[in-house]
């Protein structure tokens, strides 16, 4: 679905670069347009489509009716048409999934935009480069500005204060992209690991409520928005204080194999996490992104079959208030 075989490299550098970019060859742009688009997607989605506007592009989750999260997207809003983003080993299962919808929605399409790529980057510099004055308008995560060669959007920083954005590049003219401040595509995973982002695999793909990836606090679930596709569970689970598990980011000091996604965490014999997402670093530490159960964070963790291989919590960049029972954003 990419249009490129080629690999996505699992080692990123250490220390993690705070400059330049990398083109993200797993994930598939797609375009929806036509009549019903804000309807359609407004059915399926997490996300108001109302917020989603010209210079406003925030993520969003789709799920199914027991509210299990199939989907993890960014919607941008280009004139008439929204843009999401799809895993690409997903990508084909999520736009069938999506069309049984279509269906009811005459003159509206989804389609894979094969020109297209998503350029992630690292740091200020670049980002102002391409932007422009229109970098000024990029001041919270989710804001966007379109330019000559698509989109460019501020995503979350790191824990550690590194800047990030994402370029969406529509078109196939030059991009103004120096090639000697290209990264590895894993020193932007590394990244989304870092900034507590989580991503799907077609292992634990419908294993979690948005809510159980902090999908709610980098700006996916509207809360207050109307009915759709899984929104009973997903608002139960808000309004109810029902959340007992949720995403934690860990560090391995050496590991020698890579924790996969959707393998177990355990506490003594009992398996009380899931991995989501992992990366390996050069100096042969890993960082990985896990849904945990509250009651057994503090506890001393490993992943299955690796007992040496202590995991040493480590800061998100924002705050989980459900794991403290303390008050709730409603939007």
Partial sequence: MTGTDTPVPNVADFPLPT????????????????????KFLQGQFSQNLNEVTAGRSPRAAASTPKGRAYCLTRMIRAGEDILMD???????????QLRKYLMLFRGTTMEVIPAARLVGILGNR??????????????EPGD???????????????????????????????????????????DWYASEIAA????????????FVPQMLNWQHVGGVHFKKGCY???EVIARMHFLGQLKKSLFRFRIGQTGELPEPGSALVAGERSVGEVVNAVKYRDGSCELLAV??????????????????????IPLPYAVPEREKSPQSDT
Avoid: C, Y
């Fill in 229 to 231: 596709t899984g929104q």
């Fill in 196 to 207: 507590g982002v989580a991503s799907l695999t077609a292992v634990t793909q419908e294993s």
């Fill in 19 to 38: 400059d330049g970019w990398a083109v993200l060859t797993d994930r598939t742009i797609v375009r929806i347009s036509g009549p019903g688009t804000d």
């Fill in 86 to 96: 799809l895993s690409s080993d997903l990508a084909d299962d999520t736009l069938t």
């Fill in 126 to 139: 670049v980002a102002a480069t391409l932007a422009g004055d229109a970098m000024n308008n990029l001041k």
């Fill in 292 to 313: 945990v159960r509250h009651d057994a964070a503090e506890k001393n963790l490993h992943p299955e079959g690796q007992p040496e291989a202590t995991l040493i919590p």
């Fill in 144 to 186: 966007s500005a379109e330019l000559d060669t698509g989109f460019l959007v501020k995503a979350e920083p790191t824990a550690e204060g590194t800047p990030r954005f994402e370029f969406w590049q529509t078109t196939g003219e030059e991009n103004g992209l120096d090639t000697n401040d290209q990264l590895p595509p894993a």
